[in-house]
Structures are given as C-alpha cells and as structure tokens.
C-alpha cells in the first residue's frame, strides 16, 4: 500500500491569501488526486494531476483556482488562490496503486483550512 | 455513469446494537467497493474492500458483502462501540478507471 503525508496538516488563512499544500507519497505513482470535502460533505474530486502534464481539473474548478503542481513521481502541491470563508474545507491527496491486482485509492491524512 | 447511494444519517444506536448501513451503486463494469470511515477531526481511512462479486470485506467488526444481484455493499456490525462514531463512506472505483465515486456519506452516533 501507499504511504502518503501532507503538510500542512492545518491552517487558519486570511481572506485573499494563498496556501499551498504538499503531497509526498512513498512510492512512484503515476496519478494523483485532489479531492475536496466540505464540512459535512462528501468528498469531491477537483482534478487529476499527471507528471509531466497540466492537470485535469473536474468541472467547476479552475486552474487560475488551485493551480497544481506534478514535478515527480511521488509529489504534488495544490494551491488555493484568493482564499474566501467558501474554501474552509478539508483537502485530500489521494493515488491510485493497482500492485495487489486491482484498483485501489490511498489517501492522505488530508489538510483542515479554515478561511477567515 | 457510475453512482453510490447509501443511506442518510444521521443513525444514532446504542452501545451494543446492531448496525447497518445501507449502500447500492450504479456502475459498468466490474467495479471494487470500498467502505471508508472518518473519525471526528481526521482524514479519510479505508476500512474494508471487496473486489469481486460475493467477496465480503472485514475489518475491526465490520463487514460488507459484494453483492452483484442486488448491486448492494451493505455495512454491517454485530455490535457497535461509543468508538465508532464516525462517518461511513461507501465508494466504487470501476475496472480501469481511476475515479472513486464516493458516497454522501452516513454518520453514526454511538451512545454508551
């Protein structure tokens, strides 16, 4: 299975700043995930980070938004740019590792951002 | 396209009871069926899989059965603890896809 840390764990933000979140993962992986939860939500998918390649963001997310960076196998940030109160949410890393036989997800502990 | 529906919470039980949390998809394919669990404060844990039909996943007292006749992965506990109060997620990742689709989410509260 994937090991993956992400810093920070937390944060508190002021309205219009950015943070920048990191994701290591312990092994090579070809994709990763950013996910969304919002408080008492589901999880929602915002894109699909590649390396090598821009991401494919899910519908109602946006580059100029959370800018995402793939530099290597087994790292990728997210940036939430021009924060507002509405991006308080828990964001996940997660990868796909298909190396017991099937598909599975591994996620990160995820990072808890409050937007003041 | 590909969906979970599980049930909507929030469940209340009390220390011992019996639990049950229902949980149907939609999908193409032969998809594997996962149940997470999120404690209070923490990110997201896989708590039991199933990747073929009629598997049953187990983990700390829970199981879930893939059942393909009925497209159900129905949650189960034979006796719950003040410690599972969490939130339950159902999801299916689908044979070569690389998406989970996750469920709203169903969030129990055990009381002692």
């Known amino acids: 299975s994937a090991v993956i840390s992400q810093k920070p764990s937390r944060d508190i933000c002021q309205r219009g700043t950015s943070l920048t979140i990191q994701c290591q993962v312990d092994?090579?992986?070809?994709?990763m995930f950013w996910y969304r939860q919002q408080p008492g939500q589901s999880l929602t998918l915002i894109a699909t980070?590649?390396?090598?390649?821009?991401?494919?963001?899910e519908s109602g997310f946006v580059i100029d938004k959370f800018p995402i960076s793939r530099p290597n196998l087994t790292f990728s940030t997210l940036t939430v740019s021009n924060m507002s109160p509405e991006d308080s949410s828990i964001y996940l890393c997660?990868?796909?590792?298909?190396?017991?036989?099937?598909?599975?997800?591994?996620f990160g502990p995820g990072t808890r951002l409050t937007v003041l | 396209g590909n969906s979970v529906t599980q049930m909507e919470g929030p469940v209340t039980l009390s220390e011992e009871a019996f639990l049950t949390i229902n949980c149907t998809y939609t999908a193409t394919g032969y998809p594997s069926l996962f149940w997470y669990v999120q404690y209070p404060g923490e990110g997201l844990q896989l708590l039991l899989k199933a990747t073929k039909a009629d598997d049953k996943g187990s983990n700390k007292g829970f199981e879930a059965t893939y059942r393909k006749e009925t497209t159900s992965f129905h949650l189960e506990k034979g006796s719950v603890q003040v410690s599972d109060s969490a939130v339950y997620f159902c999801a299916l990742l689908n044979t070569g896809g690389f998406k989970t689709i996750f469920g709203a989410g169903t969030r129990l509260f055990v009381k002692a």
């Open positions: 997660s990868v796909e590792d298909d190396r017991g036989g099937y598909n599975e997800q591994f």
């Open positions: 092994s090579q992986v070809t994709m």
């Open positions: 980070a590649n390396q090598g390649s821009e991401a494919t963001y």
